[in-house]
């Protein structure tokens, strides 16, 4: 079974930082890549970060400069540090794994992790 397990949102204070982890379990394609999205209440869900099979790695405009998306050497922990927070960036965060190719697209992830909520104050 194929589980993803996000941790690590929380409160903070803009200009504050926050790491995001994902645990990911029961994937035995190492094609696949994995991405963290963000969705906040009667707005679409978006492409934050992504990180594929070959450790390359893509930002949203909103996230260049300021979110670092990194993973451990078995890619089963994904990891999205992010700092100088904006109000802006409250949301509930996800990540997903996908093997199509999808990149920040969030149509074509297979697998969800439920999502951890970061509130940013202003």
């Known amino acids: 079974e194929v589980q993803l397990v996000e941790s690590g949102g929380g409160l903070v204070q803009a200009g504050g930082s926050l790491r995001l982890s994902c645990a990911v379990s029961?994937?035995?394609?190492?094609?696949?890549?994995v991405g963290w999205f963000r969705q906040v209440p009667g707005k679409e869900r978006e492409g934050v970060s992504c990180?594929?099979?070959?450790?390359?790695?893509y930002y949203a405009d909103s996230a260049k400069g300021r979110f670092t998306i990194s993973s451990n050497n078995a890619k089963n922990m994904v990891y999205l540090q992010m700092s100088s927070l904006k109000p802006e960036d409250t949301a509930v965060y996800y990540c997903?794994?996908?093997?199509?190719?999808?990149?920040?697209?969030?149509?074509?992830?297979?697998?969800w992790g439920q999502g951890t909520q970061v509130t940013v104050s202003s």
């Open positions: 997903a794994a996908d093997s199509l190719g999808s990149l920040l697209s969030p149509l074509g992830y297979d697998y």
């Open positions: 029961g994937i035995t394609d190492d094609s696949y890549a």
């Open positions: 990180i594929s099979h070959t450790d390359t790695k």
